[in-house]
């Protein structure tokens, strides 16, 4: 019978390497990690409070705390119904984006002469805002869904080709090479070693996409529409409404946090392997 020796795990010196966290652990964490700017919050909201409560500022151009949230429960069924219309615009927007911006971003990187002949018009289109174009969309395409569609992809689209042409110009050239020696194939290195080497990078840009996307969304309706937030911050404001301004404007950005909030979830789902998402992961001491 031959006795199997266990080799002792030699410590590099500066270097540790920590256990998987359990349960209690990384609820520890997110409190951790979450408290921080839930005090951040609960201070603006008392110094928004404060300031109404003095009157430092006239009732109409800042309204109170309070009566922005009895305006949110008393007009809920209104307020939600014109929320679901721009979480559907933005939506829409920001799935057409990431289509078109990954396909884009593969023919780029796939060919010289599509980069050097595409990438400068999507810089200039960047680079147009998108304010002055949305008036031409409503002209064209009428003040319908279309329009604020537009609006979300194009303002979402860059952020997703940036991100993804960077992603897969990162990947090792050595693993490139090594899969060629080793028979596969273009759409084999493509899907085996490329792509998922590229996913840490498109998160990243899908995370600013669909905040942007939330924007688009507005922005359009802002130029021409009879519901969304857009629309109904710009009644509001052409009615001096200020407590429903700012409940639209409220919504809206709990619109772009939770959208935001569901990326980076969909993130760790799909990239646990990932340095950042992994729960052994090996810190320095120095």
């Known amino acids: 019978m031959v006795s199997q020796s266990t080799t002792p795990s030699v410590p590099v010196a500066g270097v540790a390497e920590r256990d998987r966290p359990g349960a209690g652990e ?3 964490d997110a409190v951790v990690r979450s408290w ?11 110094a928004w409070w404060a300031i109404t409560a003095a009157k430092l500022i006239e009732a109409y151009l800042v309204p109170s705390p309070a009566k922005t949230l009895q305006v949110m429960s008393d007009k809920a069924g209104y307020i939600w119904h ?8 933005t939506l829409l927007g920001f799935v057409i984006a990431t289509i078109v911006g990954v396909l884009a971003a593969v023919i ?11 990438y400068p018009v999507l810089l200039f289109a960047q680079v147009i805002p998108k304010v002055a174009i949305a008036p031409l969309l409503v002209v064209w395409l009428g003040f ?20 993804m042409v960077t992603g897969l110009k990162a990947v090792d050239p050595e693993m490139v090479q ?7 194939g273009p759409l084999q290195t493509f899907s085996k070693i490329r792509f998922p080497a590229s996913l840490p990078h498109l998160f990243s840009g899908l995370k600013v996409a669909v905040t942007l996307a939330v924007t688009g969304a507005v922005v359009g309706e802002f130029v021409g529409a009879n519901e969304g937030l857009g629309y109904v911050i710009q009644q509001a404001n052409g009615n001096l409404d200020t407590p429903m301004l700012f409940a639209g404007l ?10 935001f909030v569901l990326v980076e979830f969909a993130e760790k789902l799909l990239l646990p392997w990932h340095a950042s998402r992994r729960g052994t992961a090996v810190t320095t001491t120095y």
């Open 26 to 28: 990384r609820v520890r």
């Open 250 to 259: 409220l919504v809206m950005s709990l619109i772009g946090v939770v959208l």
């Open 36 to 46: 921080r700017p839930v005090a951040l919050l609960l201070a603006c909201l008392v």
């Open 144 to 163: 319908g869904l279309a329009p604020k569609v537009v609006v979300a992809v194009l303002i979402a689209f860059f952020p997703v080709v940036i991100s």
């Open 108 to 118: 780029m990187v796939y060919s010289s002469a599509v980069e050097r002949t595409l």
């Open 82 to 89: 014109h929320t679901w219309v721009t979480t559907y615009e």
């Open 178 to 184: 090594l899969s060629a020696t080793m028979g596969a």
